[in-house]
């Protein structure tokens, strides 16, 4: 099995809609709407915070995965190794983990509207109690160079500011702003 390195930055914004248009006017095509729940979970025998780790239980419109984050690799950008699996029962899952002595983390919401352009995933997402973030995303199977000079195109042609940036998780932003 070959494993994806998921590379990405984060942007918060104060709004979605002027990066849209600048989007659609270049050509981007739309990917849909979701509505994401993903519910996070420590494991019993080590912790996720110091491994920088992450399971997710994420729910998308009617659908269920499992997710897997490996720890970060060092680059300018997030880059970790993910692996995911569709199940078909969000509550059996759940189940599952809290028998095997997984605890409940955190929940995280949004709504993802989502563009691909020069084969880049573009996310404009409303997450709940967090804010507005534009999300830039590769899936990298080997070049990882490439990977981050295309996320550096799309950012630069969104004009989005270079100096919110963020690498951080959704998680890490809601666990450090106090939520859960």
């Known amino acids: 099995m070959k494993l994806s390195l998921e590379i990405e930055v984060k942007i918060p914004v104060q709004e979605l809609s002027k990066y849209e248009e600048v989007l659609v006017s270049r050509g981007a095509k739309f990917i849909g709407i979701q509505h994401q729940v993903d519910i996070y979970f420590q494991h019993p025998c080590r912790d996720f915070r110091v491994t920088d780790e992450a399971l997710r239980v994420r729910l998308v419109n009617d659908e269920v995965y499992l997710t897997y984050k490996g720890s970060r690799r060092k680059a300018s950008f997030k880059a970790r190794p993910e692996i995911e699996v569709k199940v078909s029962d969000h509550n059996k ?6 028998n095997l002595g ?11 509207k989502m563009y691909e352009i020069d ?3 573009v996310s404009l997402d409303e997450v709940y109690d967090l804010g507005k973030f534009i999300e830039v995303e590769v899936r990298n199977y080997g070049n990882h160079e490439k990977a981050i000079k295309r996320i550096e195109r799309i950012i630069k042609l969104l004009r989005l500011p270079t100096s919110k940036v963020t690498t951080k998780s959704y998680l890490e932003i809601l666990l450090e702003k106090g939520n859960r």
């Open 102 to 112: 997984f605890k409940y983390v955190a929940k995280i919401e949004k709504i993802r």
């Open 119 to 121: 084969d880049v995933i």
């Open 93 to 98: 899952i759940v189940d599952i983990l809290n």
